[in-house]
């Protein structure tokens, strides 16, 4: 393939960079977080309820000579049941082929498997420690952390940054682009991310669900969007059918709730982030269905679009 090359002013030739950065860690640790800051888009589903993260979730950032492909992933975890057990393949295969791993952290200590895993992996690629949450964490804590991770002596450089304040995100950025290999880019620099539309509204309404409904439930959830219309005037909206799955005849009175409440305020919070996905307004309807034990079953995992 050619080498595409972009002349700058002085007339000497910069030749692009282009690259793989998968974005590690425990749940909750603010991968997903950060990858809508850096992508500066509403890609992935982020809600405080750990393992929000189910697929592997690719977000672009194109600067003038430069394109990061980050990747979002499930947290590592010990999976308890088939979901979980694919999650943690997802997020174990997303770092085949990448150029640059980023290790988030919200946690004071690696443990034995985390230590491990660190050491296997900077072995092949730099690996660079991010602190998150500095917003939020107190400076004294996260000079700890930096101490406790730093000793691991894995890293290829450590930062700490804010994906809510946008704080420590640039220095990042140039650290990666450095480790970036000079080739042309993979995508359109307007691409945002190759998931389709339907994936990411299915998406943006399972958050919404996390976000409606109690601490326990949303691992039961999986949602599929059923049917996609597009406007057939200029004035008439996008019909979005989405499916909410769960497992249980009683969960499915509680996604509903009293009069259907629930399902309507699901709605109302899923809407406005689809929309601005969409680029129009929408009309969406949810529809709540029973799938037992889907969570557990092969069959309806890679029914529902879990990789193995
Ligand atoms: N204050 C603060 N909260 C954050 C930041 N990044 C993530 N969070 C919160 O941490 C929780 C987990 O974030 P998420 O991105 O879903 O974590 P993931 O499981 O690693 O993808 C959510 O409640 C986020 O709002 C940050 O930079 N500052
Ligand atoms: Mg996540």
Request: proline share 5%; aromatic share 8%.
């Amino acid at each position: 393939m050619a080498r595409e090359e972009v002349h700058v002013a002085s007339g000497e030739a910069a030749a692009s960079r282009a690259g793989f950065v998968a974005l590690i860690g425990r749940p909750n640790a603010g991968k997903s977080t950060l990858l809508n800051a850096l992508v500066g888009e509403h890609l992935a589903a982020v809600s405080s309820k750990a393992q929000t993260t189910r697929h592997r979730i690719p977000g672009f950032r194109t600067e003038d000579f430069t394109q990061y492909v980050f990747v979002d992933t499930p947290g590592f975890l010990d999976p308890a049941y088939a979901l979980q057990a694919r999650m943690l393949e997802t997020a174990l295969g997303a770092l085949e082929g990448v150029d640059v791993a980023c290790w988030l952290v919200d946690h004071e200590q690696p443990d034995a498997r985390e230590e491990a895993l660190l050491r296997e992996l900077a072995g092949e690629i730099p690996l660079f420690l991010v602190l998150t949450k500095s917003d939020q964490v107190p400076a004294a804590k996260l000079e700890r952390r930096d101490e406790t991770w730093g000793a691991l002596s894995v890293w290829a450089g450590r930062f700490r940054l804010s994906a809510k304040t946008g704080e420590g995100l640039d220095a990042l950025l140039m650290a990666i682009r450095e480790r970036l290999p000079e080739q042309p880019f993979f995508y359109d620099p307007e691409d945002l991310t190759d998931l389709n539309l339907r994936f990411l509204a299915a998406e943006l309404v399972r958050e919404a669900c996390y976000e409606e409904l109690g601490a326990e439930l949303p691992y039961s959830i999986h949602v599929e969007v059923t049917e996609w219309r597009e406007p057939a005037a200029e004035s008439d909206k996008t019909l979005i059918r989405a499916t909410v799955y769960v497992e249980r005849e009683s969960q499915k009175g509680i996604v509903i709730g009293d009069g259907g409440r629930k399902l309507t305020a699901i709605g109302r919070r899923a809407r406005p982030p689809i929309e601005t996905l969409v680029g129009g307004p929408v009309y969406l309807e949810l529809w709540v269905k029973v799938r037992p034990k889907w969570s557990r079953r092969d069959r309806d995992l890679t029914h529902f679009g879990y990789k193995r």
